[in-house]
């Protein structure tokens, strides 16, 4: 079974390479400098969002980011995975599913009443892993981006 720690400040030289290594297997350009900004209010817990570390704490193997939001429609407090990554020499061994059974009841007794997700359409592995924690396709919604 996996482990989830809330990451800390002092975590950050730990986060940084796992960030930087899902960012490189989705393609996503961002400097290390980049990541560090955008990494360092979660650590210093702003109410936005969290990070957790996955894995032993001194040699985690993963993350997961989540940012937090608030639905009218669905009763109060949401959360978006912002990110979520597991090494892939570690990979399928339960680890993922894990990691979302542990964090959703967490986060439920903190008032979360829906948490969200996207997932590319291609990537098989990760719709299974999804469905097998209860996530659901919500047919009549299209998430759309605008960036600033």
């Not at 030289?13 to 899902?22: G, I, N, R």
């Not at 290390?32 to 957790?52: E, F, I, K, Q, S």
């Not at 007794?109 to 990537?123: P, T």
């Amino acid at each position: 079974m996996s482990s989830l720690h809330l990451a800390q400040p002092d975590d950050i030289e730990k986060l940084l390479p796992l960030v930087a290594a899902y960012h490189a297997f989705e393609g996503i350009e961002q400097s290390d400098d980049a990541r560090r900004t955008a990494l360092a209010p979660l650590l210093n817990g702003t109410p936005h969002g969290v990070a957790y570390l996955v894995g032993p704490r001194k040699a985690p193997v993963g993350y997961i980011v989540v940012s937090f939001g608030y639905s009218v429609e669905l009763g109060g407090l949401d959360g978006f995975i912002d990110e979520f990554f597991i090494r892939e020499k570690v990979r399928g061994r339960g680890m993922g599913t894990d990691v979302l059974l542990t964090l959703l009841p967490a986060l439920e007794s903190h008032g979360l009443k829906a948490l969200h997700l996207e997932v590319n359409r291609d990537n098989d592995s990760a719709r299974r892993l999804y469905t097998r924690a209860g996530f659901k396709p919500r047919e009549t919604y299209h998430l759309m981006t605008r960036t600033a």
